[in-house]
């Protein structure tokens, strides 16, 4: 597979990160006929191929000429490793040198691809490693559906009857709401029945509520939402979520009410993600503030174990209090849950996404040789 972009390629247009009526537009403006999209859409994204000449129904011509003017190219795998627990986490370069993290993490009824959407985060949340690196720059839709594209190659034959991936969410590096038409395009392919045809209620975006962004999505898209709540306080979010001092809860929540409305589904609800800090965010009060401030918006509320890294300054509330939280709310007549801390051992945990690779000292840590191929 050729992951290396030479200066003749860079001309070419990327395929990975066309939606459907990207390329019909890219065919009918290269003078063929528009049907050709969703021809190159399976070959790309339902048979993984990765040149033209595996395209068999399509001519030796057209092929040839696709050869010239397209191409289908995904950032280079630098470290592939897997976890204890069957979790396992790519390390992807991208063009430029900067690198972002993939998670995969298998369930017995499910398999999560934890995805990222941009290299770094400008957002600065005060428990959240990624933010320590700052922000770089948005990846493009190519290299957000790459992360999708190459997970399915590596993970093995992903036919329809059988997947490997079943659910993505958008909770790996970055604020997806702040590189939004590039999500957005990926997320269309993700849902895209010539594509990985993934139902919109198994695509997650998670945000921390960059409101009118959040608006507009309720307007333009059907994926599932979560939003990174963590307080029920305007002093304690502004303080854990900086960007709560622009979009404080009583706007998020109106945005959070307004988002449902705009869902033709009837079960749609919103995941509220609220990690748990000890002694910060979780206290019996806490939870009946949750309570009230959530009525009237079908939510479900998943409890974050808080996953350390250096120097953060936090401590994970004890299992106990975090199960009594639980209860409360439940009580309260919410529907709660706590996630499953997975990959912990290979820093492949919420917020422990830095995407490099030094500092390994702290750990001994089993790397897998990266493979490329479809083996
Ligand atoms: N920017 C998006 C996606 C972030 S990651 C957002 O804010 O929603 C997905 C989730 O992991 C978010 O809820 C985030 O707040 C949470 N998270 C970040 N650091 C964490 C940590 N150290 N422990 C547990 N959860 C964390």
Same mark, same amino acid.
């Given at each position: 597979?050729?992951? @290396?972009?030479?200066?003749?390629?860079?001309?070419?247009?990327?395929?990975?990160?066309?939606?459907?009526?990207?390329?019909?537009?890219?065919?009918?403006?290269?003078?063929?006929?528009?049907?050709?999209?969703?021809?190159?859409?399976?070959?790309? @994204?339902?048979?993984?191929?990765?040149?033209?000449?595996?395209?068999?129904?399509?001519?030796?011509?057209?092929? %040839?000429?696709?050869?010239?003017?397209?191409?289908?190219?995904?950032?280079?795998?630098?470290?592939?490793?897997?976890?204890?627990?069957?979790?396992?986490?790519?390390?992807?370069?991208?063009?430029?040198?900067?690198?972002? %993290?993939?998670?995969?993490?298998?369930?017995?009824?499910?398999?999560?691809?934890?995805?990222?959407?941009?290299?770094?985060?400008?957002?600065?949340?005060?428990?959240?490693?990624?933010?320590?690196?700052?922000?770089?720059?948005?990846?493009?839709?190519?290299?957000?559906?790459?992360?999708?594209?190459?997970?399915?190659?590596?993970?093995?034959?992903?036919?329809?009857?059988?997947?490997?991936?079943?659910?993505?969410?958008?909770?790996?590096?970055?604020?997806?709401?702040?590189?939004?038409?590039?999500?957005?395009?990926?997320?269309?392919?993700?849902?895209?029945?010539?594509?990985?045809?993934?139902?919109?209620?198994?695509?997650?975006?998670?945000?921390?509520?960059?409101?009118?962004?959040?608006?507009?999505?309720?307007? %333009?898209?059907?994926?599932?939402?979560?939003?990174?709540? @963590?307080?029920?306080?305007?002093?304690?979010?502004?303080?854990?979520?900086?960007?709560?001092?622009?979009?404080?809860?009583?706007?998020?929540?109106?945005?959070?009410?307004?988002?449902?409305?705009?869902?033709?589904?009837?079960?749609? @609800?919103?995941?509220?993600?609220?990690?748990?800090?000890?002694?910060?965010?979780?206290?019996?009060?806490?939870?009946?503030?949750?309570?009230?401030?959530?009525?009237?918006?079908?939510?479900?509320?998943?409890?974050?174990?808080?996953?350390?890294?250096?120097?953060?300054?936090? %401590?994970?509330?004890?299992?106990?209090?975090?199960?009594?939280?639980?209860?409360?709310?439940?009580?309260?007549?919410?529907?709660?849950?706590?996630?499953?801390?997975?990959?912990?051992?290979?820093?492949?945990?919420?917020?422990?996404?830095?995407?490099?690779?030094?500092?390994?000292?702290?750990?001994?840590?089993?790397?897998?040789?990266?493979?490329?191929?479809?083996?």
């Amino acid at each position: 597979m050729n992951v @290396h972009v030479n200066l003749e390629q860079k001309a070419k247009q990327n395929l990975l990160g066309m939606t459907l009526q990207d390329l019909e537009a890219f065919f009918t403006e290269s003078g063929e006929k528009a049907f050709r999209a969703s021809q190159v859409m399976k070959w790309v @994204h339902q048979l993984l191929v990765d040149n033209f000449d595996d395209m068999t129904n399509l001519s030796k011509s057209l092929r %040839e000429k696709l050869q010239q003017i397209a191409s289908i190219d995904a950032p280079e795998i630098v470290f592939d490793q897997t976890s204890t627990d069957g979790t396992r986490k790519w390390l992807m370069q991208l063009e430029g040198g900067n690198k972002v %993290e993939t998670v995969y993490i298998p369930e017995s009824n499910r398999g999560t691809l934890c995805i990222s959407s941009q290299v770094g985060c400008a957002l600065d949340c005060s428990f959240c490693s990624t933010a320590r690196q700052g922000f770089s720059r948005n990846l493009t839709s190519a290299e957000i559906v790459a992360q999708v594209w190459m997970a399915s190659r590596l993970l093995g034959k992903d036919n329809r009857d059988d997947r490997k991936i079943t659910n993505i969410v958008l909770m790996g590096m970055g604020e997806p709401l702040l590189n939004y038409e590039n999500v957005l395009k990926a997320t269309e392919i993700f849902m895209e029945d010539n594509a990985y045809g993934i139902s919109k209620r198994r695509v997650t975006l998670s945000t921390s509520g960059v409101l009118p962004k959040l608006d507009q999505l309720g307007k %333009e898209s059907e994926v599932s939402l979560a939003v990174s709540l @963590h307080a029920v306080t305007d002093e304690v979010r502004d303080s854990l979520v900086p960007i709560n001092k622009k979009y404080p809860l009583k706007e998020l929540m109106a945005s959070c009410r307004g988002y449902i409305k705009n869902q033709t589904a009837k079960s749609s @609800h919103i995941t509220f993600e609220y990690v748990m800090l000890n002694g910060v965010n979780d206290s019996r009060e806490e939870a009946v503030r949750m309570a009230k401030m959530l009525k009237g918006i079908p939510s479900k509320i998943n409890l974050i174990p808080f996953n350390p890294f250096p120097d953060s300054g936090y %401590e994970c509330s004890d299992m106990k209090v975090i199960e009594n939280f639980k209860q409360q709310l439940i009580n309260l007549g919410l529907v709660a849950t706590i996630r499953k801390t997975r990959g912990e051992d290979i820093d492949a945990a919420c917020g422990q996404l830095v995407g490099k690779v030094e500092d390994k000292s702290r750990r001994e840590r089993k790397f897998e040789q990266p493979r490329y191929g479809m083996n």
